[in-house]
């Protein structure tokens, strides 16, 4: 996309958000309709296939800093500027804008326009806007927004994805243990570059489904196990999954408390950069129905042990 296009092109009304909107606000619009519109939710429909890739085509440039900057300021001139040949009225005259841009001063009764370094008026246009004469150097291609939905197990394994996009095929690998939102940057899979420029980026991002039990801190796996009041009472060995499938037996010691985290060592993703551990939080299951026997060995219990587990924590308060 070159800059002849942003005139015509409103990114924050395609985002819905608003010109002075932060970069906050406009991350997380964008995840909304990439979710809402992706290709996967939205099979065969053109529409929200042409929208999803107008959402991330808007994104990847009001993104980027750099890019926004100059959209703004492309916007602001194509938008404010009234591009007159010179005439009575007052308002600014096209050589009027340009001469503030460029250094130079336009000449009276028609004359060439000329800046400082002796370059036609043609050919500043020419090089603005892709018309003859002045010709740029090498530019790069334009970055190209996507995103790409994976399940958790998918995006701790470090899957490997395939997109269409422009009507090419991408493959790329995501990096082990990525998060839910992560962009990923990966070189060269953008647009082609002009003038023998290298081509653009794909900026990828990628939204990760739950997992009914697990859940990542980078290489670490966790897990939330339950354990029966006994058994963190008194001590147990319980057995805990793991994401390949396996079980490992991990010692709860007696008086575990619920929200205790125990650590599995080497039992978490496993990338080049190493292996994470499993951390397993324990939380002490309390029945929600009792037997008549039950219900009288805890009335037991609770008579042998009188103390109070609050009374600690109502003088911490009192402080």
Known sequence: MTSQDWFSKDFYATLGVSKDAGQEDI??????????????????????????????????????????KQYDAIRAMGGGARFQAGGPGGGAGFEDVFGSMFGGGAQQGGARYQTRGGAGFEDILGGLFGGGGFQPGPQKGQDIAAATEVSFREAAEGATVTLKLDGQRVTTRLPVGVSDGKRIRVPGKGRPGTNGGPPGDLLLTVHVRRHPVFTADGLNLKVRLPVRYDEAALGSQVEVPTLSGERVRVKVPGGTQSGTTLRVKGRGLRSKKGTGDLLVTVEVAVPKKLSRDAKKALEALSAATPDDPRASFYADAAQ
């Open 27 to 68: 991350k997380k619009s964008y995840r909304k309709l990439a979710r809402d519109l992706h290709p996967d939710r939205n099979p065969e429909d053109r529409t929200a296939e042409q929208r999803f890739k107008d959402v991330g085509e808007a994104y990847a440039v009001l993104s980027d800093p750099e890019q926004r």
